[in-house]
């Protein structure tokens, strides 16, 4: 075989290997919020269930910003992007090596630990409810909290932890601001 022929039959195996690439580049994209750099509720769901599985111990963990809206119209989207990226990073900090945390949409994030142990869910609050400097102000930041511990459930699914701490989170929210069912 001479070189020509060599080269030719190498273009199109280098054509598929740089589509692959990129593809794969895409789809990890798609799996990551591009905000916050946590997961997406599709990147965070298949941890999220192996961990379920994994660990008798796991809590599921819903966070929903406070009068959110508000700090968008009074100080501009980059103030809540600020919002956003700081909460995003406060729970990252918070699930540590336990668990994960994701960016469900808006201002709505989940997370799940593998336990709670040295870490509390008043601890994720406090740290959840400081303040945000941005641009010279200082936004009020508050989060309602709701959790469900996989062995409250008769059936240990990511679905049905995900429903018992929604339920615990809008508990929370009646209770008024900064509030952790």
């Known amino acids: 075989m001479d ?15 740089l589509h692959g690439g990129l593809l794969w580049r895409r789809l990890a994209t798609a799996r990551r919020d591009p905000l916050t750099g946590l997961h997406t509720r599709t990147g965070w ?4 269930e192996h961990l379920m599985n994994k660990h008798p111990g796991a809590v599921v963990v819903l966070v929903d910003l406070d009068d959110f809206k508000a700090i968008n119209d009074t100080h501009g989207h980059a103030a809540g992007d600020a919002v956003l990226t700081a909460t995003a990073d406060r729970l990252t900090a918070w699930c540590g090596r336990r668990g994960i945390a994701a960016r469900l949409g808006g201002d709505e994030f989940a997370a799940i630990v593998t336990h709670l142990g040295a870490v509390s869910l008043s601890g994720l609050r406090t740290a959840l409810d400081q303040t945000v400097e941005h641009h010279g102000h200082v936004l009020p930041v508050s989060a309602s909290v709701g959790h469900c511990h996989r062995a409250e459930l008769p059936v240990p699914t990511l679905t049905d932890a995900l429903s018992g701490a929604d339920a615990s989170m809008y508990a929370a929210k009646g209770h008024g601001r900064r509030n952790t069912r």
């Open 45 to 48: 769901t298949t941890r999220a």
């Open 3 to 17: 070189t020509q022929t060599i080269a030719a039959a190498g273009l199109p195996a280098l054509g598929w290997a």
